[in-house]
């Protein structure tokens, strides 16, 4: 295990194969309880997976995902792993009003705490949704009693990202214990690149990954890493009225996915993000909007 001192938080957005951020114009929200769900299946084969290496992560998931398979949320916390949110059902945060804000976030905790059994304390914004367009987003969270949210993307992509905010842990509320603990960003020749999984490990040799994760351990500090259970389902029914652009991202290399995760795994030490917002609390910065 190459920088086995870092320990880096690991973490699933549990959403199925048609709730992805890529496919919200072709298919209505209306229509997806005609569809096949395929999510329980994929979650029982990353658990697997996680045994096979060893290692505890977070299931960041949706309350809809969570309303219609429960036994795969038990067996999330039955094998040791965290279930905690990811906003009822994909919608973005910046387009919600505070006051929708905390309404979808406690209608997806209410059903993750019945389906799980226990205190859901960590959240991610549906497609990194909370920027420079919404920071209020943290303090709805902060009132809700959120340990931390790992809901930022400090970089600049074509859905999301919030260019000015730390790599690193930070507190994004003055008086407030909230953690916010941003996805990974590597620095190539001055510029920040998101590197946390995702499209990016999918689709790029595994040596970038590699490559990105251990310049954030040589920095001293974790890396936040991401996939979703649809990456690893090379079987899953293909949306075909999408954009070109969006089949591309969202089909390639899911045969090979399993495998490259287990190499990840193996190459570096990883831990659910509760635990990492706890070690992290010390050198967060404090940083508000
Ligand atoms: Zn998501």
Redesign the pocket.
């Known amino acids: 295990m190459s920088d086995s001192k870092i320990v880096n938080g690991l973490s699933v957005?549990v959403?199925d194969w048609f709730?992805?951020?890529a496919f919200e114009t072709t298919i209505a929200r209306h229509d997806w309880d005609g569809l096949e769900l395929r999510v329980g299946d994929n979650v029982a084969r990353i658990l697997d997976l996680f045994d096979r290496s060893g290692v505890k992560a977070t299931f960041?998931t949706?309350g809809w995902v969570a309303e219609r398979n429960k036994a795969a949320m038990r067996a999330i916390v039955e094998r040791g792993h965290e279930l905690a949110s990811?906003g009822y059902d994909?919608t973005r945060v910046f387009t919600f009003s505070p006051a929708e804000f905390a309404e979808d976030l406690a209608k997806a905790r209410a059903i993750l705490e019945d389906a799980g059994g226990q205190a859901i304390t960590g959240y991610?914004a549906?497609?990194f949704s909370i920027d420079a367009r919404n920071p209020w987003a943290h303090e709805v969270l902060a009132e809700q009693g959120y340990t931390y949210s790992s809901s930022v993307a400090p970089v600049v992509h074509d859905h999301y990202g919030w260019r000015e905010a730390p790599r690193f842990a930070f507190n994004p509320v003055v008086d407030s214990e909230l953690v916010e603990i941003p996805v990974t960003t590597a620095i190539l020749r001055g510029k920040r690149l998101a590197a946390g999984g995702g499209g990016f490990f999918r689709v790029l040799p595994y040596g970038f990954s590699r490559w990105a994760i251990g310049q954030v351990n040589r920095e001293g500090r974790p890396a936040v890493f991401y996939f979703?259970p649809w990456e690893i389902d090379p079987d899953q029914p293909r949306v075909a009225g999408a954009p070109l652009r969006s089949r591309l991202r969202h089909y390639t290399n899911l045969a090979k996915m399993a495998d490259k995760l287990s190499v990840l795994l193996g190459d570096f030490a990883w831990d659910r993000m509760d635990a990492l917002a706890e070690r992290e609390k010390p050198f967060s910065l404090e940083w508000a909007a």
């Open positions: 957005d959403e709730q992805v951020g960041f949706l990811h994909h991610r549906p497609s979703h």
